[in-house]
């Protein structure tokens, strides 16, 4: 019955014919009996879409090559390899599928863990298995004690400082898209220079940190970063891939983002980014968590709304927060209103839902204002 349907793939494949069988022999070959065996064989398919999800649409070649670059970051950055041990604790999104590839490529063995148990049922798991790799989405991260890598999502500093706190010097912080893969990481010591930092690109990544006038930009001036990518399903005629993400490069290489360039508002001249205000307030003792929107203003023509959810044990005022931020943030940072909220959105995926947060009056239908 097995040989049957394995029959019934190959046809399926096209691989029945004498160059579908020299392509499956030479990708069994370099590549061992694993799933990245047959996402090389998929590649023919080229610019056809391969993955779709809420956040990006990915061609058959581009699932191969992201692939195969985070398979060596797996193999040189974290010395995995044949017989080790990797488990999932993530929803149904492109990021993983390109982990599990990545994962297989190295010949390391996958186990997927239901999202759905406990936290006391996952450190059985953990204990049990003593996983070499652990890779998740963020919005687990409290259930795990002993964590790896994080990517998908900007890296809470308070959760940085916490995981080092109680874990040690095990939280690494990935960036990258998905037009260009992975571009940057921050190992701990990088993260012990800055918790804010997505680290220094990696050697042989060809990005730059470009201005509107796609002119290169000095060290700690912000700009977009832009990836050389031939491979691009976007802008082909163009010689570097735009990010959208917008961010600058310190004395020392490391990279920060400032956020999404679609985020960015101007107040009172003055360029303003949210995600710089929400690394301030996350500092603050009573905040759990933090979003910052943009929103319009007839006096400065824009200006920052912050969302803050407090502990639940913690009580804290809107003019208590102000109080606590002015000394410590740029007058052009200072939100002209704090709203104080039970719950922070996020999608399906983990992301922060500033969509939901900017429907002018819907927050205050689904979360409690204190």
């Known amino acids: ?46 610019n056809k879409e391969a993955l779709v999800d809420d956040h990006e649409t990915i061609s058959f070649q581009e699932l191969f090559i992201q692939s195969e670059r985070l398979s ?24 993983m599928i390109k982990s599990i590839f990545a994962v297989s490529r190295v010949g390391a063995d996958i186990y997927f863990l239901n999202t759905e ?15 070499d790799l652990l890779i998740y989405d963020e919005e687990f991260h409290t259930f795990i004690e002993k964590s790896i890598a994080s990517g998908g999502a900007e890296l809470n500093p308070k959760l940085t400082n916490d995981v080092f706190g109680k874990s040690g010097d095990v939280l690494y912080n990935l960036y990258g898209t998905s037009e260009t893969g992975l ?86 001249g003055e360029n303003v980014f949210p995600l710089e205000l929400e690394h301030i307030l996350i500092n603050h003792l009573s905040v759990e968590d933090v979003a910052v929107i943009g929103i319009n203003d007839e006096q400065f023509g824009q200006r920052l709304r912050a969302f803050v959810q407090p502990y639940a044990t913690a009580k804290v005022s809107e003019d208590e927060l102000f109080d606590w931020l002015r000394p410590r943030a740029a007058r052009f940072q200072v939100p002209k209103n704090i709203i104080i909220v039970d719950k922070i959105p996020y999608t399906p995926l983990g992301k922060l839902d500033r969509k939901q947060l900017a429907a002018e009056g819907s927050w205050n239908k689904i979360h409690n204002i204190k």
């Open 1 to 46: 019955m097995k040989i049957l349907k394995f029959i019934y793939v190959l046809d399926k494949l096209r691989l029945f014919s004498p160059v579908g069988l020299y392509r499956l022999i030479a990708a069994i070959h370099n590549y061992g009996m694993n799933t990245m065996a047959l996402l090389k064989l998929a590649e023919r398919f080229g």
């Open 72 to 95: 060596q970051i797996l193999a040189e950055k974290y010395e995995l390899g044949s017989g080790q041990k990797v488990g999932f604790l993530c929803r149904n999104h492109a990021s």
């Open 117 to 131: 148990m406990s936290e006391s049922q996952l450190q059985l798991l953990i204990e049990e298995h003593n996983f």
């Open 183 to 268: 571009n940057m990481i921050a190992t701990p010591k990088d993260l012990k220079h800055s918790p804010k930092t997505v680290g220094k690109k990696i050697h042989g990544i060809p990005l730059k940190i470009l201005d509107s006038n796609k002119k290169e930009v000095e060290a700690g001036t912000v700009g977009q970063f832009c990836v050389k990518n031939p491979w691009s399903m976007r802008n082909k005629e163009a010689s570097w891939v735009e990010t959208g993400d917008l961010g600058y490069q310190d004395q020392r290489g490391y990279y920060f983002l400032c956020g999404r360039s679609d985020d960015m508002i101007v107040s009172a």
